[in-house]
């Protein structure tokens, strides 16, 4: 497919100037810190003990390590999804202003690929290289904390994929962004813009008695409506840390909200691109 065809010459492309490089070695050195800085002794002395006393001491039950870890878990999943989502934005600002740069833009419409084809070639793109990011730094963090403690948590690894369905509702703005204004910049605060108003939008039911009741506490519901619950996916993330059950109805609805906000958004990409002449 002509989409396919796109997405990969963006990874090749994102090959050719080193950001993949560039992503692995930004995201192994911050693994490498957490592997140096964390401090676990007291979790070592509960596996010890554990071990040495059958679970029991004289002076009551131990702890089992992987809940003395649930906190641990709980803020590396608060990290990697937030700290995935700053650092996507701002890594990825670049790709769809790059695609309208004089001289290339006018390359690929010279080739039997549609301008809608090239947007949705990009975002795939982007998403692949966002998930393929977050994936790493969350499985890597499960590692670390396995090698040090012998706990597995899948927490990070939940918190990744998440953070990535999050991403294209923030990217895809992006994208439309840039179709008005060629800036990385502009493009970046849009998403920052976003990122923001998505987790107020985590919290719109507990924040709208804060408005007076008429205008202002309908016209806050009505804005925050249609935006993706950016603090509501870190929430489930969170669940999974603290090995509580997770709503399946409720992710399926925000995952399909966010779904339908991104293309939503990806739909005006496209109309507006398909209006301008180069």
Known sequence: MRVLAVTRDLLREARARKWILA???????????????????????ALAATRFFGGRTPYGAIRAADVALRPLFE?????????GLGFGILACADFAPALLAPGRIEHLLSLPVRRAELVVGTFLGVEALVLGGAL?????????????????GWAPVVAALLAAAAFAGLYAVMVATAMVVRSAALSAAAGAVVFVAGIVAGFRASLAPMFERGLSRAAFLLLTAPLPRISELARHAARVANALPLDARQLVVQLGGTALFAGAALALAVALFERRDF
């Open 136 to 152: 790493y730094g969350g499985l890597g963090l499960s590692l670390i904390v396995l090698a040090k403690t012998g706990v597995f």
């Open 23 to 45: 992503l692995v070695a930004g995201a192994t050195g911050l693994l490498l810190l957490a592997g140096f800085g964390l401090e676990l002794e007291v979790v070592d002395g």
């Open 75 to 83: 803020a590396t999943s608060y990290t990697v999804f937030y700290g």
